[in-house]
């Protein structure tokens, strides 16, 4: 039966218009192709609202189309909508493709970057295809989009191709419905550019750096790296340094350079089978590391030393039980670890961010010349420009399932979907791991990880990249949101861009939680308990928060409990030394600066003595409940770790001492939890008792790796016992666990197995990170939703 009825022979004609990523994912072919194949005339074109089509044929004929439009969408493609209405037939003999109709707002959705896909991988490497070794190989199916898209519609002028005019084999194939490069914006060849070129620092101090000439730049780049250079490497979204992870020299030489600490690198190897040796793969991180999105994936070391493969050198991942690694997503990658036939190269790359660590990652060529000059020994680089920093994604297999640690190419600028309305507005997020967040109705657009607020570069980076996507998406903020720290440049960025517009600041775990929400789709009309551990977020009381339980829904939150507030001495100097946030947790739990302690024994004498008259005197001693900083001293008075040269690294390094404790050791610390002493207000998890209990370990000679394992079990034990407590008194069945500490596999698995196995239904995250990385749609979804006011500021609740 026809959709609309018409009689049989008669001739319809239809209009239906195509909502959702149908733009530079090759739509409009495929819509010509099917068109064509029904017998149906016509045509298609790119609008502001999305994709218009107009076809013109024997009902039936219009029907199938109309059922087949969707399902049969392209790979790229996703059809959010589809509306459709009946017309006039007018005759058309054909079925054509028109030219992009500007104007007006936007309710296209650009599709982020794509991994080379398997036709163009196959030309790149056919010495008969003219496309062989071509570095910018690319069709409908894969290559940039997000990072050279200038505005809108998407149309080559549009985007950072625009001043590479087409060669005449190209404009060909851009024209021919029949060619897999049919309307393919980044369409490129080896005749029509862009060019590679690679350029070295010259010997001695200064110079300007010069071009190698007479030789492949992949082929001479890639005897740098086999000799232990570094290059700069310009890719999709910015700049990588890399080098050769085999070399110990070369890393650690980039290690120094950069000023990284003891972090962890990312590596580049040519294909999954590649790590198996040196690491565990289950299908759902094979899946991650193959797909079109291609994000660096944490992988867990396999125990002992790999006796077959290429090994990375131990500066790579120091104290790390995980592996960053992540596949070769460009033509250029391809050709950086070598084709078959190849002369061999290193087997591994390091393939780290191109900036000094805190700064964002580095797009503009001339910047790369000056700001990595005291990094790279070569720059490998090329004339298309970056329109947009966009940085890798990291993320990891938890249970069975992805959980997202830093979000952005190959997932920036897809939306997230909504549970409930929200007016148009811009979230600012918070000042570490910084993204913001556009939302307007149903749909919410988190930006690509862009770094630390408190650089000046990553404020101008952060100013250039809401303007960008202002101007690719539909939204006109009417309001912005912010965090609740009074001294976060976030907040001041909010205040001093408004213009006149409303700035609503949420408090720091309300929006963890609210972001939890968000992305399972709930509609707040139930609260859920929020456990959001982290290391600092500002507290409405004035402390730092970080170890807390909400009772909350969008409109507001009741604290519940928390950890026990402990001083913070010296505010980040307790950050870089976690002996210091040790001690002051021994100190207010009655206990010993004991001399045969390690966080003792770490602590310089004179820096002892002068922390002692900070904590009797109280200066400098921020009160913090942060779960993240108990990490931290129970990392130090382990003998973990004593000075971390990034965020969590005491953290993470107690967390690999767990993993490797025997699993038949099933013995935990407690808590103790009390009441205020008025019976008023949340309650109090005191780790008084857990330390008591370490330093009874230390002294019974009990392993640190068991240590570990019992300190993440009482943790966990303690977020189900006060899950248990608010659901007899407050009947919430539904807890999110949130806030960065949530990024320890061991602790959210433990957590997620006891609570699931009580009943409650347990949001972790999946789509956007649990750290501040997902912070900005919290404070969207609080502070923009239609359905009710903006909040007011939260209350303490009498103890549940």
Known sequence: MSLTGAEEGTVLRRRVTVSGVVQGVGFRPYVHTLATSLGLTGHVTNTPSGVVVEIEGGPDAVDRFCVRLAPDAPPLARVDGVDHHDLPATGDGLFTILASRPGGRSGVLIPPDTATCAPCLAELTDPADRRHRHPFVNCTYCGPRFTIVAGLPYDRAHTTMAGFPLCPRCAHEYADPADRRFHAQPLACPDCGPRLRLLVRPPGPGGAPEEVTGADPVTEARRMLARGAILAVKGLGGYHLACDATDPGAVSLLRARKARGGKPFALMARTADDITHLVSLGDEERALLTGPTRPVVLLRRLPGTPADGPVPAPPVAPGSPDLGVML??????????????????????????????????????????????????????????????????????????????????????????????????????????????????????????????????????????????????????????????????????????????????????????????????????????????????????????????????????????????????????????????????????????????????????????????????????????????????????????????????????????????????????????????????????????????????????????????????????????????????????????????????????????ALTGDGFTVLRHHLVPPGDGGLALGQLMVAARTTTPPPAPARDAVTP
């Open 328 to 753: 070769p997503y460009t033509p250029l990658h391809h050709l950086l670890l070598g084709l078959p036939g190849d002369p061999d190269g290193p087997p591994l790359l390091v393939m780290t961010s191109a900036n000094l660590s805190g700064e964002p990652i580095v797009t503009d060529d001339t910047e790369a010349l000056d700001r990595l000059a005291a990094l790279a020994d070569g720059w490998l680089v090329h004339d298309r420009p970056i329109q947009v920093p966009c940085d890798d994604s990291v993320l990891r297999v938890c249970d069975g399932l992805p959980m997202m640690v830093r979000r952005a190419r190959g997932y920036t600028p897809l939306p997230l979907d909504l549970p409930v309305p929200v007016r148009p507005a811009l979230a600012v997020g918070g000042d570490l791991k910084n993204t913001f967040c556009l939302g307007e109705g149903r749909r919410a657009w988190l930006s690509a990880h862009l770094g630390d607020m408190d650089d000046l570069a990553t404020q101008h980076a952060f100013t250039r990249s809401v303007a960008h996507l202002e101007a690719i998406t539909p939204v006109r903020p009417a309001l912005l949101a912010a965090d609740r720290h009074p001294g976060y440049r976030s907040v001041r960025w909010a205040r001093t861009h408004a213009e006149g517009r409303p700035v609503v600041q949420v408090q720091h775990h309300h929006a963890h939680i609210a972001a939890a929400m968000a992305e399972h789709g709930l509609d707040g009309s139930r609260p859920v308990l929020g456990a959001a551990f982290d290391g600092t977020g500002h507290g409405d009381d004035g402390a730092v928060w970080g170890g807390e339980f909400l009772l909350a829904d969008y409109t507001g939150f009741v604290r519940l409990a928390h950890l026990a507030y402990v001083p913070q001495p010296g505010g980040d100097a307790a950050v870089h030394r976690p002996y210091r946030m040790a001690l002051a947790h021994l100190r207010a739990a009655g206990l010993d600066w004991a001399p045969d302690l390690p966080c003792t024994t770490a602590c310089p004498p004179d820096e002892l003595r002068v922390l002692a008259r900070q904590l009797d005197r109280d200066l400098n001693c921020a009160p913090t409940s942060s779960m993240g900083r108990l990490f931290d001293a129970v990392a130090s008075l382990a003998g973990v770790c004593q000075r971390a040269d990034y965020e969590a690294q005491a953290a993470m390094e107690l967390e690999a001492a767990a993993l490797a404790a025997p699993g038949a050791d099933a013995t935990g610390y407690a808590f103790a939890v009390r009441a205020t002493p008025s019976g008023h207000g949340p309650v109090r998890a005191d780790p008084a008792p857990v330390l008591a209990a370490v330093v009874a370990d230390l002294r019974a000679g009990v392993p640190t790796a068991w240590i570990a394992a019992r300190f993440h079990r009482a943790v966990a034990a303690l977020v189900h016992r006060i899950c248990l407590l608010a659901r007899d008194r407050c009947g919430v069945d539904t807890v999110a666990l949130t806030g960065g500490v949530f990024l320890n596999s061991v602790l959210s698995s433990a957590c997620a197995t």
